[in-house]
């Protein structure tokens, strides 16, 4: 059987089959697209010389029938010389095909070297480990196919599952109130207070933005009934990039520079949250760093002048919102 050579329509691979996949579907080894086998078309030049049978050399015969048959030399001698010019005429033949087949195995040779019969043998190879496993000459692409999107599919999903919020893992230190700007301590904890008397564990810090303002909230709880929450407006200024601002406030400051604070808490289950406004009078330290693929650090110091001496402070994050983390995903 004859084989031959085309390049693949997708990817334009060489591939090199024998003439009996004229015709039929297989996938390609390198990208493993379907395609289509072409025709073969006869080609003349290359085709093999019909194979010569070596026939033996009659000369000894005819010298056993020359020596057991009467002596006829008139008789013999033609017929006698035209064997043995046929016989070296058939000699030289032999001689000759063996020659050219062997020119013309190297020439052969020479050419699929030039035309990167490595790969094309590498080919040929891969069809007949195909046609002994699978006669259809796809599951193997197929296979290798599922494996590498399963993969691509496993890579990316780790890629875009969030990270722990790292304050997760620190210490809940206790924080002390004060309204005194010169003993404003951010403590290296989890952030947490006091509110209304009791413990007021964070447990939700979420940024919420309008296009007036931005609101950074402190919460404990989750739609509990005993909720203790803290919001502080940002200015506008501060809406579309929070990453590495800072603001100060003491007792004296005013107007403008000092941030609105709103304190809620839940004093019977039954009703809405009770809260309570502060515009100055309160003692505040907030630092936010610039975010990473999944989180915004920050470190709080926060004193209300209220007569629980509400105070909250220590680190905590803030969850970037997953189009801004599919951004940096693809920067």
């Not at 009703?271 to 907030?286: D, E, I, M, Q």
Request: with cysteine; proline share 8%.
């Amino acid at each position: 059987m004859a084989e031959f050579k085309f390049a693949c329509p997708h990817c334009g691979q060489n591939i090199q089959c024998d003439d009996q996949w004229s015709g039929q579907q297989i996938a390609c080894p390198s990208c493993s697209g379907n395609l289509s086998v072409p025709q073969l078309a006869p080609v003349a030049s290359f085709a093999s010389p019909p194979p010569i049978q070596r026939a033996a050399t009659p000369a000894p015969a005819v010298a056993r029938a020359a020596q057991s048959a009467p002596r006829n030399d008139k008789k013999i001698l033609p017929w006698s010389v035209g064997v043995a010019a046929f016989a070296v005429a058939l000699y030289f033949g032999i001689k000759m095909a063996d020659k050219w087949q062997t020119s013309f195995n190297k020439k052969a040779d020479e050419m699929a070297a030039k035309s990167d019969g490595g790969e094309f043998g590498h080919a040929a190879n891969l069809y007949k480990v195909l046609d002994a496993t699978d006669p259809d000459k796809i599951g193997a692409a197929q296979a290798r196919s599922r494996a590498s999107v399963e993969t691509s599919r496993a890579s990316l999903l780790d890629a875009l599952k969030p990270k722990p919020d790292p304050t997760l893992a620190m210490p809940l230190l206790p924080a002390t109130w004060t309204l005194d700007g010169a003993s404003f301590n951010i403590p290296k904890g989890r952030v947490n207070g006091m509110s209304s008397g009791t413990n007021f564990h964070v447990e939700t810090v979420r940024l919420d933005r309008n296009p007036s303002t931005a609101v950074l909230a402190f919460q404990e709880g989750v739609g509990t009934s005993d909720d203790h929450e803290l919001l502080i407006y940002l200015p506008a200024s501060a809406t579309e990039n929070l990453g590495g601002r800072s603001w100060t406030v003491t007792t004296e400051t005013k107007g403008k520079d000092a941030l609105q604070i709103v304190r809620k808490w839940t004093l019977n289950p039954r009703f809405a949250p009770v809260s309570k406004t502060f515009n100055n009078g309160y003692a505040l330290k907030l630092e936010l760093d610039e975010p990473t693929r999944d989180w915004q650090p920050g470190r709080i110091f926060l004193a209300l002048p209220d007569t629980n001496q509400t105070v909250l402070a220590g680190e905590f994050s803030i969850p970037v919102p997953r189009k801004q983390t599919m951004g940096r995903l693809g920067e």
